[in-house]
Every structure is written in C-alpha cells, then in structure tokens.
C-alpha cells in the first residue's frame, strides 16, 4: 500500500513537471510569438489590437483621430471667450504613447512579472487609453491672430481745458491674452485627460506709458500756466484771465513726457472772439480828381486781432509768468488795404459835367465857392439821396458865408448865402445829364440868361431844396471846382445811362411862362426812363402870374 502510494506521488510530480514544462515551453513559444506583436487581450479605443502589430494600432489610431480633432476647445479669460476645435489648437491623439502602452500593456519586470502578466493575459482584457499631445504653434497663432485678444486698451492720462476747467483722464491700465498662458494651461488639460478642454487663463496687464505720478507733475505744471495775461492789440491792453487760460491748456507728450501745451485752434479762437471790437476801423476810401485825373486814397489799412502763431507767443509768456503786457500780431481786416472795396464803388471816370459862368469878384462867388467846397467829394450810393439843405444846412457867416442877392416873392434882396443858386443850377444840370433821378427842385421864379433855359433850380433855407437820387448801380461822387469867373460840378462814377434831352415846349400860365424840359434815360438793358423838369418863369421882377404887383419884403 505504501508502495503504491509512493508510486501514485512519483506519477504525479512527474505529471506536475511535465505540465510545468509543458507551461513554460508554451509561455517561451508565445512570447517568441508575440516579440513584434501586441500582447493577447489588448484593446485601444475599444478596438481589439491584441496580437497586432503596429500598423494595427495605427488604423485603429487614424479611425479615432477625426472624433478627436472636432472636439471642443473652449478658451475662456475675462470678457472674452474662444471656441475653437482641438485641431485647430494643435491637440492630437499622441500616436507614439499609444502604440509604446499598447506594447507595454502585457510586458512584466522580471521572469515571474513576466509570467504572471502573460499568465493574466490568458483570461483577463487590458484596455490602453488614448494619449494626447499639445503642438503648441497653432495655439499660438490661435491666440496672437484672434481679433478679441486685446481685451481692454491702456488709457494714458491725459487732461484739457476744453468745455471749462480742466478735464482728467486717468491712466487704466490695459489687459491681454498672453498666448504663452494659453498654451501653458491648455498643456495641462492635456495631460489631465481627453478632450473637450475648458481652461480658464488670467489676462496679462498692459502697463501705461505714463503714470498716476506723470500725471500729478504735468496737472501741477498746467496750475502755473494758468495765470491772467495782459495782452496788447492796436495800441489797445486787454486781459485774459486765469480761467480762459485754463481753457486752453491741453496735455501732449513731448520727448516722452506728458506735458502741459496750449491747443493753437482753441487759443486763436478765444482771442479773436474776446478781442473782435480791438479791430481798427475800415477807413473810407478817399476819391479826388487832380487836373482831370482820378485818384483813390485807401487811408491806413486797418488791422485786426490777430495774426496766426499768438498761442505761442502767449504760451511763452505764462511759461515765463510774465506779468507785462504781450504784444499780440495783427493781420489786415483787407488783404488788398481796401481796394477790392474801393473799386466795388464804381467810381472811376466822369460820367458828366456842367459849368456856368459868373462876375468874378461879387460877395456871391464866395458863397458859391464856400458851398462847392463843402460838397465836393460827396459820395451817393446806390439808392442814396442828396439834399443840400441837409447836408449843408442854413448858410451862416459863421459856417464861410456873406450876403448876397437872392430872389423872394419876385423881388432880388440881399441875404446871407445869396448867389449859392448858381451852385444848384450847375449841380442840377450834371445830375441831369448823368442820369440821376432830381426829387425835388424849384427853379428861378425870373429867368437869368446864365443859365439854360428852363433847365435850373434855385436854393434857400429850409426851401426850395435840391434833392438827387442815385438810381444806378454804381456810386457817384460829386465834384464840384471853380475859378474866377465860374463853377463847374463833375459827376464820377461808371457810365451806366445814356442821357438825352430830347425836347422842350412852352406854354403860358397866366402871364407866366411854363418851360417842360423832357429827357431819356436808357439802360444797359435797352429800358428807357422818360422823364421831365420844368420852370415856371414871372413876367417880370415884382410881377405875380396876372401881372400883379407882389409886396417887396423889403417893403
């Protein structure tokens, strides 16, 4: 029995040899198998690549790599958000750390390792997970391309005086994504685990050029410049005061510092608006005729505040805190000094001229004289009117006059101014004949062979008066000269009328005589003006229209 037994136990370690030899030979024919081929039971992806080779794990790879490539990458930092795909953010499936798992998965350290994975390897399925890799350049350029990468501007300081007081913009500070953010965080999410990724990256500060400290120092700087100026203009001193100085002040920056400057267009407008009344007055321009020949005297041109370039010049003198009075440069109100407005009168050539004679030598040839002198280089625009009587008032001795003879009620009697009737008659026939309208006049009561028949005008104070009306388009100036024995009135302007007297009858009213004078006046445009002036002449000194006898005033 016991021999038996001991048989039996012989058997059985034999058999057990033979199994463990049998075993080891089949563990060392399978892994000679197996030495370029996946270990058994090995799946990537949920694909079965046991007993694969590499190009195995490559298919299973390239199968998996278009779901991963659409996966969602989401970039998320403070007031942006990028969506993008893990293609587009450089994120793949590691194709190298897969394959070395898979091959890895079924290997051991050590003979017993060895064997006991191989063993596992008969019953047990070992799943490999997918690897990912980050290329970092196209999350780069992701980034650094994205148009929303500058999250916030940097505002420089800065300051102006426009609108009042002084306007402060503080210095902000900027914000970015800095790519090398994005690309450390995505990194890590890519180690952690399979995609989609959401990473949250903090913005990088963009700093301003100048600081809070910059600022202090320039608004310190524009305090002092904002101090009252005393300026001058035309001989004329004016002031600024502090707070409209302030309200040109600007900050720039100059060789890299911010700093207080005064804006040109905003100080040129101040002072040509506070100053507009320190303009000098337009002079008349001055027409005299000198033997026949016409001259203009444009007088001084006038100036007015002011010349380009004063910001400068006032910014000199609130930088150097000068307390003087700044002399400030003017331009001409006229570029030409008043040509353009002198020759817009129109004056420039005799239009027409009359002369009646006289006794040289009578107290009348004074008053005559004294009147063509005060008239002489008056000036009718367009549309203006002329009455001598108010132009040059009651004749006085104290305003140049004598006594002469004047006809009243029929009868000649002497009185201060006589004589100026020749005056009217002479300047009566030049307006005539140069086309002005005559509003009102009153010829000589009895006709004196001096002058044309019918063609005349007495004067006295306040009546009969003389008034003219220019109706051309163009000024007319009157020029009245004389010599001894005659007076002569000369109208200037630009031809515009053509002027012809173009008959005359008579009739009798009474025992006086009506004298009808017509005349035509014909435009540029071919319009004629027809028209009339009339006397009415007494059959005699001291004879009314019935022959009468009129009072003598002086009795």
């Known amino acids: 029995m016991g021999r038996k037994i001991a048989r039996l136990g012989g058997r059985l370690a034999i058999a057990a040899l033979l199994a463990v030899v049998l ?5 060392g024919a399978d892994r000679w198998m197996h030495r370029d081929r996946v270990g058994r039971n090995v799946t990537v992806a949920g694909f079965v690549v046991g007993d694969g080779a590499a190009e195995d794990i490559g298919r299973v790879l390239r199968a998996e790599g278009p779901g991963v490539a659409n996966m969602p990458v989401t970039i998320r930092t403070e007031g942006l958000v990028i969506e993008t795909t893990a293609a587009k953010a450089g994120v793949s499936i590691d194709e190298a750390a897969v394959e070395a798992a898979a091959f890895d998965v079924r290997s051991g350290e050590g003979l017993v390792d060895e064997f006991s994975t191989w063993w596992e390897s008969l019953f047990d399925e070992a799943e490999v997970s997918l690897a990912y890799e980050l290329d970092p350049e196209p999350l780069r350029r992701l980034v650094e391309e994205h148009p929303g990468r500058v999250i916030r501007h940097p505002e420089e300081p800065s300051f102006t005086g426009n609108g009042g007081g002084l306007q402060i913009t503080q210095p902000v500070q900027g914000a970015y994504l800095d790519a090398a953010d994005v690309i450390s965080s995505l990194q890590a999410a890519v180690a952690a685990g399979p995609p989609p990724y959401t990473v949250d990256v903090a913005p990088t500060a963009i700093p301003t050029t100048h600081t809070q400290t910059d600022l202090s120092a320039a608004l310190a700087a524009a305090d002092d410049l904002a101090s009252r100026l005393i300026v001058r203009i035309n001989e004329r001193n004016g002031i600024v005061g502090a707070e409209s100085v302030r309200r040109w002040i600007d900050s720039e920056v100059i060789d890299g510092a911010l700093t207080p400057v005064f804006n040109d267009e ?21 027409f005299t005729v000198d033997e026949g020949e016409l001259h203009v005297d444009l007088g001084v041109p ?11 010049i006032l910014f000199e003198a609130a930088a150097a805190n000068d307390v003087g009075a700044v002399e400030l440069p003017t331009v001409l109100v006229e570029d030409d000094g008043g040509k353009a407005r002198a020759d817009a009168f129109g004056i420039k050539e005799m239009i027409s001229t009359f002369t009646t004679k006289h006794s040289c030598c009578q107290n009348r040839v004074v008053n005559i004289q004294r009147i063509a002198d005060l008239v002489r ?8 009117t002329l009455s001598i009587n108010d132009f040059i008032g009651r004749r006085t001795r104290a305003n140049g006059f004598v ?11 002497d009185e201060v101014g006589g004589g100026i009737s020749q ?3 002479t300047t009566f026939n030049a307006a005539f004949f140069a086309g002005l309208d005559i509003d009102e006049y009153q010829s000589h009561s009895i006709y004196i062979s001096r002058y044309p028949w019918g063609r005349e005008a007495t004067l006295s104070f306040p ?4 008034e003219i009306t220019n109706v051309a388009p163009y000024a007319v100036m009157l020029w009245p000269t004389y010599t001894k024995t005659s007076i002569t009135v000369e109208m200037w302007s630009t031809p515009y009328f053509e002027v012809e007297q173009t008959r005359q009858t008579s009739y009798k ?19 004629v003006l027809e028209d009339l002036v009339f006397a009415t002449y007494r059959p005699g000194e001291g004879l009314d229209c019935n022959g009468n006898p009129t009072p003598d005033p002086e009795g």
Do not use: W
């Not at 280089?377 to 203006?384: A, D, F, T, W």
């Open 23 to 27: 075993v080891g030979v089949a563990y």
């Open 266 to 286: 905003r100080v040129q407008t101040s002072i040509q608006t506070l100053f507009a009344d320190y303009a000098e007055p337009l002079p008349e321009p001055k």
């Open 302 to 312: 006038a100036r007015t505040c002011c010349a380009p370039g004063v910001s400068s």
């Open 377 to 384: 280089g008056q000036i009718l625009e367009p549309g203006e």
């Open 403 to 413: 006594s002469d003879g004047v006809i009243q009620s029929g009868h000649f009697i």
């Open 423 to 425: 005056f009217a008659t």
């Open 463 to 466: 009546l009969p008066d003389l």
């Open 509 to 527: 009213i009474g025992r006086c005589t009506r004298v009808n004078t017509y005349r035509e006046r014909t435009a540029p445009d071919g319009t």
